[in-house]
């Protein structure tokens, strides 16, 4: 099955930090562009940042710029987006996927040009 699986979600406190991870299954990402979303509950999907294949990062939601670096290490078919100085409004179902029409990162991101979603990883910042 081809599609990416996303990892390292769970409970954290204000103030602290998450590294999420998305491994790609069933095909190379090498060459695609790859974005981070979110979904929040009650809130439409949201863009949060881009990795082009040579990794450079451009990050979309303005609440994060500043907390969030994105990475990529091919050899390991993974992306990892890290998040600092977690707020409880960053609370949602994070996702990857690749947008196979790109290498490089557009502006805005278009969600619907990215596929090969995952179920998510759960991110829920209380005290």
């Known amino acids: 099955q081809v599609q990416f699986v996303e990892s390292g979600g769970g409970l954290v406190q204000p103030g602290g930090s998450l590294r999420l991870s998305c491994v790609a299954s069933?095909?190379?990402?090498?060459?695609?562009?790859i974005g981070w979303f979110r979904q929040a509950p009650g809130k439409e999907r949201e863009g949060v940042l881009c990795?082009?294949?040579?990794?450079?990062?451009?990050v979309y939601a303005d609440s994060v710029k500043g907390r969030v670096t994105g990475s990529r290490d091919n050899a390991k078919n993974t992306v990892y987006l890290q998040i600092d100085s977690l707020k409880p409004e960053d609370t949602a179902v994070y996702y990857c996927?690749?947008?196979?029409?790109?290498?490089?990162?557009?502006?805005?991101?278009?969600?619907?040009?990215?596929?090969?979603w995952g179920q998510g990883t759960q991110v829920t910042v209380s005290s």
């Open positions: 996927a690749a947008n196979l029409m790109r290498r490089s990162c557009s502006d805005p991101l278009i969600t619907h040009e990215h596929s090969y």
């Open positions: 069933g095909f190379f990402l090498d060459y695609y562009a």
């Open positions: 990795i082009s294949d040579v990794n450079g990062v451009r």
